[in-house]
């Protein structure tokens, strides 16, 4: 079974402040995927990142950071020095290759609720 | 170039009637998704379809939910006999092939609130 935890339901942090948001996934395939998507206030979901199960390098773009440990099952996400434009909901999302799972299918954890104070 | 539509944005409904929720994906996309966004369950998967093979129905919660996906573009899905636990936010989404790989491209949503 493909599950997804993001134990954080809800961060306040200031302005310029560093955040990073947890998640940690459960799945049998030995390939997968996993996402980060952001929900702004507008509702729709935006795609931020994408990393295979085979690719353990840590990536930055920008402010924000991803950090894949499979030795922990985890897939953390990093904004530096934060903004008020950040705030919104994040989701991190796993999708499997394995018998059994349905090609594409992202399961989500529950989201973080990030807000920035000015 | 346009992104994943849907129609209506909110839908208020009594308890009992049918409802019928439209996306439209981005043009040339093979695989179309519905998920539902609600605070008890968060987002979940309900039905995907990928070409012209028959849909993955795995996730839906009754069978007063059906989709269909008309000439591989635009899908309807359709809720018979609404009950108050179907008030939720009904996403679509859209991606270039069904490959897991590929990340999903999501419209607004529908809110839809059963009376």
């Known amino acids: 079974a493909q599950k997804v935890t993001q134990a954080q339901t809800e961060i306040s942090v200031v302005e310029k402040e560093d955040v990073t948001l947890d998640c940690v996934y459960e799945t049998r395939d030995t390939t997968y995927y996993l996402f980060w998507y952001k929900q702004p206030p507008s509702g729709e979901l935006v ?21 894949f440990q499979k030795s922990t099952s985890s897939f953390n996400f990093t904004i530096t020095a934060s903004q008020v434009v950040d705030s919104a909901v994040y989701f991190c999302a796993l999708s499997g290759v394995g018998r059994g799972s349905t090609l594409g299918r992202l399961y989500f954890g529950r989201g973080t609720q990030l807000t920035v104070w000015p | 170039g346009a992104g994943v539509s849907q129609s209506p944005s909110n839908k208020v409904t009594e308890k009992g009637k049918d409802v019928e929720l439209r996306c439209d994906p981005i043009s040339g996309h093979t695989a179309l998704y519905w998920y539902r966004q609600s605070l ?14 028959a849909p993955d129905k795995s ?9 269909e996906r008309t000439g591989g573009s635009v899908s309807t899905l359709t809720i018979q006999r609404t009950q108050q636990e179907d008030s939720a936010v009904y996403l679509c989404a859209s991606s270039p092939s069904g490959s897991s790989y590929n990340e999903q491209f999501f419209g607004p949503g529908t809110r839809l609130t059963v009376l």
């Not at chain 1, 795609?47 to 950090?67: A, C, P, T, V």
């Not at chain 2, 979940?44 to 070409?51: C, D, K, M, P, V």
């Open chain 1, 47 to 67: 795609f931020l990142i994408r990393r295979n199960s085979f690719d353990e390098q840590n990536e930055i773009s920008g402010r924000y950071s991803w950090n």
């Open chain 2, 40 to 53: 008890g369950q968060g987002l979940e998967f309900l039905i995907y379809f990928q070409g012209n093979s």
């Open chain 2, 59 to 67: 996730g839906l919660p009754s069978d007063r939910f059906s989709a």
